[in-house]
């Protein structure tokens, strides 16, 4: 830890704390993310490793958080992150109003052009939502927190668990029990993201998956067979009936926003994924479209200014005050750059060795590491 200086502490999640911090050297902000191994024969845990191995894939990306260095550090290790002031999440929350047309639709490009990139390597990221997207100081939105993303299998074959994403912006398939499902499932999160910017609050507020499902319905009408073949053969579908309902039009569920916005959000929000997926492609390949605002885009992209507190890889509303080091003390280390090939995550009890295994990222070419993001009904 020795060339990095700690200015405070940002948050804690279910895998580490986040630091905000400075390289010694170059003046660099970062956000480091303390992972600590509960035990060491246990090896390193798979959503950390997810992360660690879906940035490497991606990492090519201005719309993608960058992952900048992996390193031991005790009985543990810490990502290093580019620092990102804070997130969407935070954007909409202390807006006053719903966000001006321009901003949502520059906050969608960004926010498409990521989702975009990550398909494109295969990537599915299983956790999209306004607070997984990073805000920077300039403006700029990239997709963090890749803890649940996975490779997919472009033939559907593979089986994955249902129990993924954030429930306000998980897609039907999966509230019905879906095991086979590809990137549909990201592109139902990013019409819920922009239907949230377009009306202020998530339109599909559910506290439990029965109740997700209600207010999805809600809106968008009953499913069946006739629109959504596919539905009858999902685990859970004749688990429970729901009366049939009309949907209600868009408009009339977000009268102020534009119809060209609606026209982009009925994209997004369809049952079929395949629907979705054929859609999103005329709209990854010809862009959202024009909203109507003309305004300059970049101005009213940046975080406000009581938007202070400092955001990166997890979000928290507890903050602290600075200290000039980690907790636990660390045996020097060396740098290590983010690893780009493959290797071996084994478990060998005493034998386990954190540095080695950070470093057989980087050299091994024949690994389990990619096991973490393929394997299935994970």
């Known amino acids: 830890m020795e060339q990095y200086c700690i200015l405070g502490r940002i948050g804690e999640g279910a895998h580490g704390i986040v630091f905000k911090a400075k390289h010694v050297e170059t003046g660099e902000i970062v956000a480091l993310k303390k992972v600590a191994l509960r035990r060491l024969e246990d090896g390193i845990p798979s959503q950390a490793l997810r992360e660690i191995k879906a940035l490497q894939e991606i990492e090519d990306s ?3 958080v960058q992952l900048k260095a992996v390193f031991p550090h005790g009985a543990g290790f810490v990502l290093a992150f580019e620092f990102m002031l804070s997130d969407l999440a935070e954007v909409v929350r202390h807006a006053q109003r719903p966000l001006a047309q321009a901003q949502v639709k520059s906050y969608l490009q960004m926010l498409l052009k990521g989702v975009a990139f990550c398909h494109a390597n295969n990537i599915v990221h299983r956790d999209l939502k306004p607070a997984n997207l990073l805000i920077s100081a300039s403006g700029q939105l990239k997709i963090a927190d890749f803890g649940l993303a996975r490779v997919f299998s472009p033939d559907g074959s593979r089986l994955y668990t249902h129990q993924v994403a954030t429930r306000w912006y998980r897609a039907p398939e999966l509230l019905y029990g879906a095991r086979q499902y590809d990137q549909g499932v990201d592109l139902w999160a ?7 910017l377009l009306n202020g609050s998530p339109l599909f507020p559910g506290e439990n998956d029965i109740e997700q499902l209600c207010c999805v319905l809600r809106i968008l009408g009953t499913p069946s067979p006739q629109v959504w073949p596919e539905i009858k053969d999902l685990p859970d579908y004749n688990k429970i009936s729901f009366k049939e309902q009309a949907p209600v039009p868009l408009e009339e569920v977000l009268p102020d926003a534009s119809p060209q916005a609606l026209d982009l959000l009925g994209h997004f929000l369809l049952y079929p994924p395949r629907q979705r997926i054929a859609a999103s492609q005329r709209v990854f390949t010809h862009g959202p479209g024009e909203f109507p605002c003309q305004q300059h885009l970049q101005s009213v992209l940046r975080p406000t200014d009581h938007l202070s507190a400092p955001c ?11 200290t000039n080091r980690l907790p636990e003390s ?32 980087e050299q091994c070419s024949n690994s389990e590491h990619s096991e973490v993001l393929e394997s299935p009904e994970r």
């Not at 990013?190 to 949230?196: F, P, R, Y």
């Open 62 to 64: 201005q719309y993608v």
């Open 190 to 196: 990013v019409g819920c993201i922009l239907g949230e």
């Open 312 to 322: 990166c890889c997890l979000q928290s509303k507890h903050h602290h005050p600075p």
């Open 330 to 361: 660390a045996s020097p280390a060396h740098l290590v750059s983010p690893p780009r090939g493959r290797g071996t995550l084994s478990r060998q009890s005493s034998l386990f060795c954190l540095p080695l295994h950070l470093l057989c990222l």
